[in-house]
Nanobody, 120 residues
């Protein structure tokens, strides 16, 4: 299994941006679909196919968040703009070879999470 480590979380004011990173080790990330989830509402946030050719978003973040990946550096990013207090959560990245999905149960590799706090 690939190992995942998230970073980039922190405290930000409402309306501000934040970028999360998910760095993989142990295996090359280029053969994995990757998604972001958050614990607060167990919600799917964003996902990308192995090559970045397909990206998809949860309804609550569409138009504000952007997922991207740099397979050469084994990293997936989540750019979060126009943050709201309700975006406060622990954010997790997850990866699996099986392909894109918006269900956490479809992912076998998970990071430890990074806390995002949005103040009003």
């Amino acid at each position: 299994q690939v190992q995942l480590v998230e970073s980039g979380g922190g405290l930000v004011q409402a309306g501000g941006p934040l970028r999360l990173s998910c760095v993989a080790s142990g295996r090359t990330l280029s053969s994995y679909a990757v998604a972001w989830f958050r614990r607060s509402d167990r919600a799917f946030v964003a996902g990308t196919s192995w090559d970045g050719g397909s990206v998809y978003y949860g309804d609550s973040v569409k138009g504000r968040f952007t997922i991207s990946r740099d397979n050469a550096n084994n990293t997936v990013y989540l750019q979060m703009n126009s943050l709201k207090p309700e975006d406060t959560a622990v954010y997790y990245c997850a990866a699996d070879r099986a392909g894109i999905s918006d269900h956490g149960r479809d992912f076998r590799s998970w990071g430890q999470g990074t806390q995002v706090t949005v103040s009003s």
